[in-house]
């Protein structure tokens, strides 16, 4: 009922700025909030960023000053620029959203896009 579509990742040298965008369509009522994580191999999907529809926003702590999360309301998007960029940033990145559908409009469900690869190397 809520597709999200995620572009941006890709390769990045230490140092270097990388942006994602993800996209969210469908039965959409109303968006909570949205946020990215990240996997890497071998570990747990983690927190990257979170923004809610009132534009509050909490960062991983592994992030704060190099990340930025910023999110359309009109157009259902949320982006997430990275710069100053390390290669413990490798990971692919997921998009979440906490939506309402228009079917289920009071409680938000849980969804997540299908990642993006972010791979940060000289």
């Known amino acids: 009922q809520v597709q999200l579509v995620e572009s941006g990742g890709g390769l990045a040298q230490p140092g270097g700025s990388l942006r994602l965008s993800c996209a969210a369509s469908g039965s959409i009522f109303s968006i909570d909030a949205m946020g990215w994580y990240r996997q890497a191999p071998g570990k747990q999907r983690e927190l990257v960023a979170r923004?809610?529809?009132?534009?509050?926003?909490n960062y991983a702590d592994s992030v704060k000053g190099r990340f930025t999360i910023s999110r359309d309301n009109a157009e259902n998007t949320v982006y997430l620029q990275m710069s100053s960029l390390k290669p413990e940033d490798t990971a692919v990145y997921y998009c979440?959203?906490?939506?309402?559908?228009?079917?289920?409009?009071?409680?938000?469900?849980?969804?997540w896009g299908q990642g993006t690869q972010v791979t940060v190397s000289s």
């Open positions: 979440n959203a906490a939506a309402r559908t228009m079917s289920v409009q009071y409680r938000a469900g849980s969804y």
């Open positions: 923004i809610t529809s009132g534009a509050g926003t």
